[in-house]
């Protein structure tokens, strides 16, 4: 498997020369809301084990990136693959025809989405978060389910709150809960849309040690994050954006320490 | 001032004195104004009961007389049934109704708005009289192909009794009110919550009756309880159609035994007995669908009596050892 260690880190610049399969295919994606355009032709591909860290200015549309590629956003123009399914549509000849919501909703139980506020489900025990989607979108028994949710709450140090309700973690244990609720799924590739914004201080060092363990262990990842820290010590690739568009990409050491474009080093110049 | 922090006996004012080994006794602030308003309070109740009892007026004999009569019993569990009726249907209607707003469709969604626009502003009183009119409308009934061949047909004065009149008109009524009390609920649920769900997957009809709905409860319920109770008192509009539910009943007899003041305590006493029973229900669903959201549930008044008397042993326990 892929090392997490930058320096030794694939070069996903000549992606033709990696035997590693693509699971994320992002190609010429454009959106719009009404009138302002939030990505202006977007390409990005994701090697199996890789972790992609999105850097850029608020309003630089990573969240919406994040968004398009599980389809919580339709996108205007572009295509969406993950492992080679088209995402959100069903192409016959030169015509995308949107798939049906039930379609749709099988297609997302592939793509672990990871939000900034958690979004864990308030009424149900940390167990019943973690089982509730296995069980109805995948149909997997109830105990096979539970017994899954036991081992995910070990990986993430919580294997003593399985009853209790979110309400009673702190953002750092509801944050980790809903990594697990995440993984569950086994999904193909996890999404993490600025999964340490929301927390205090004190609290981000614990959720960051539970991606970088996901990391270690080969899972595939898009992080969208303010933490430079943790993109130097953990991305294979650091994607930086502006303006709906990818100004540059490459290894930790190329993008952070000696970035090409103008841009990228004002940002890096204020968040260092 | 320095003497709340327990355990920091250097920062004890000056003048105390004694040197103490235990934790410093709290004194909690007196309110003399409170005890005032207790003691006014107090009067004016006593004086109300007093009134209530021994005015002859009143005429407790008949109250008692009549409480327990079978017309009487029969009248409440008419009262009790129209209700029950009128609150499933009304609620499935109004959650059917809330959902038809909800939707993307702007067809079902104008089609719902026009229905709770009519109908909460039509009188349940004229509302009612519609309903028990209603053959004179429509004679009759019949299924069939729309504007085309009938199947069967009934006539509506055999199909529509009064008291299924009442139970229509308070039906079509309640949804619309329901529809409402649903739809807040629903708008109540953080869009996260959907998000979530949508980002895992889970099916849609499977999003709503396990994320949204239960959450939603915490806003319905309150407002479900209300309308439930005025829903119960409201069955006495239906009186005007003659069926014998509790406030006609109790209007045959007074009719009859001319006793008007008493008859009217015996139907208000039994409105408030269901009312109590209601709102005790109320209460615990509350309570059901409150897990989760605070970290301990407040204890319920059985608990908290149970609490009072174990406090107030430990107290008198206290009391019998001298220190």
């Given at each position: ?27 010429d994606v454009h959106k719009n809301y009404g ?238 | ?58 005429e407790w004999a008949t109250f008692r007389q ?258």
């Amino acid at each position: 498997m892929t090392t997490t260690s930058p320096s030794a880190g694939r070069r996903p610049g000549d992606a033709a020369a990696d035997p590693a399969r693509v699971v994320v295919d992002i190609r010429d994606v454009h959106k719009n809301y009404g009138l302002v355009e939030v990505l202006k032709g977007v390409d990005l591909q994701v090697h199996v084990g890789e972790v992609t860290v999105v850097l850029g200015p608020s309003g630089s549309g990573k969240s919406t990136l994040l968004r398009c590629i599980n389809h919580l956003e339709k996108v205007k123009r572009g295509t969406v693959t993950i492992d080679g399914e088209l995402i959100g549509y069903r192409r016959v000849g030169d015509r995308l025809h949107e798939l049906r919501e039930r379609e749709v909703l099988r297609q997302r139980t592939h793509i672990g989405f990871v939000f900034q506020n958690f979004n864990l489900f308030p009424h149900l025990t940390v167990e019943e978060n973690l089982v509730e989607a296995p069980v109805s979108a995948l149909g997997v028994p109830r105990t096979r389910a539970q017994e899954r949710a036991g081992r995910l709450l070990e990986r993430v140090g919580l294997r003593d709150k399985a009853t209790a309700y979110p309400g009673q973690l702190s953002g750092g244990q509801q944050q980790r809960i809903a990594i697990a609720r995440a993984l569950a799924l086994e999904p193909k590739v996890l999404l993490f849309d600025e999964p340490t914004s929301a927390l205090d201080p004190e609290l981000v060092g614990e959720v960051l040690d539970v991606i970088k363990d996901l990391a270690r262990a080969g899972t595939t990842m898009i992080v969208v994050t303010h933490e430079i820290g943790f993109a130097r010590e953990v991305a294979d690739t650091v994607v930086f954006m502006d303006d709906g568009r990818i100004v540059e990409q490459g290894t930790p050491a190329d993008v952070l320490d000696s970035p090409r474009h103008e841009r990228t080093r004002t940002f890096l110049s204020k968040v260092l | 001032m320095t003497t709340t922090t327990d355990g920091e006996a250097s920062l004890a004012p000056p003048d105390s004195g004694a040197e103490r080994s235990g934790p410093l006794k709290i004194v909690p602030v007196r309110h003399p104004g409170r005890w005032v308003a207790v003691a006014i309070a107090l009067v004016l109740v006593a004086q109300l009961v007093h009134a209530l009892v021994t005015n002859p007026g009143l005429e407790w004999a008949t109250f008692r007389q009549y409480f327990f009569d079978p017309s009487v019993l029969h009248g409440v569990w008419l009262t009790i049934e129209l209700t029950f009726y009128a609150a499933v249907a009304g609620f499935a209607g109004g959650m059917v109704l809330a959902f038809m707003r909800l939707s993307p469709n702007p067809l079902l969604r104008v089609t719902a708005y026009a229905y709770v626009w009519v109908v909460r502003s039509v009188p349940l009183l004229v509302q009612v009289l519609f309903w028990f009119n209603i053959s004179y409308l429509y004679s009759r009934l019949s299924i069939g192909v729309p504007f085309g061949p009938e199947f069967f047909s009934f006539s509506t004065t055999h199909l529509v009794s009064s008291v299924s009149a009442a139970v229509i008109a308070l039906s079509v009524n309640e949804a619309a009110f329901a529809s409402e009390i649903v739809r807040a609920g629903v708008l109540s649920v953080s869009h996260g919550q959907l998000e979530a769900a949508a980002a895992l997957g889970i099916p849609r009809r499977r999003q709503l009756m396990r994320i949204v709905l239960p959450q939603a409860m915490r806003t319905i319920a309150p407002n479900a309880a209300n309308q439930l109770i005025s829903l119960f008192k409201n069955t006495s509009i239906v009186s005007v159609m003659a069926i014998m539910e509790l406030f006609y009943t109790v209007q045959v007899i007074y009719g009859r035994t001319s006793r008007i003041v008493p008859m009217l305590l015996v139907a208000t006493v039994w409105y408030v007995l269901l009312t109590t029973l209601l709102t005790i229900f109320q209460y615990y669903v509350e309570r059901r669908f409150a897990k989760g959201t605070t970290r301990v549930l407040p204890p319920t008044p059985v608990e908290r009596v149970r609490l009072a008397i174990r406090d107030l042993r430990a107290a008198a326990a206290d009391e019998g050892t001298p220190r």
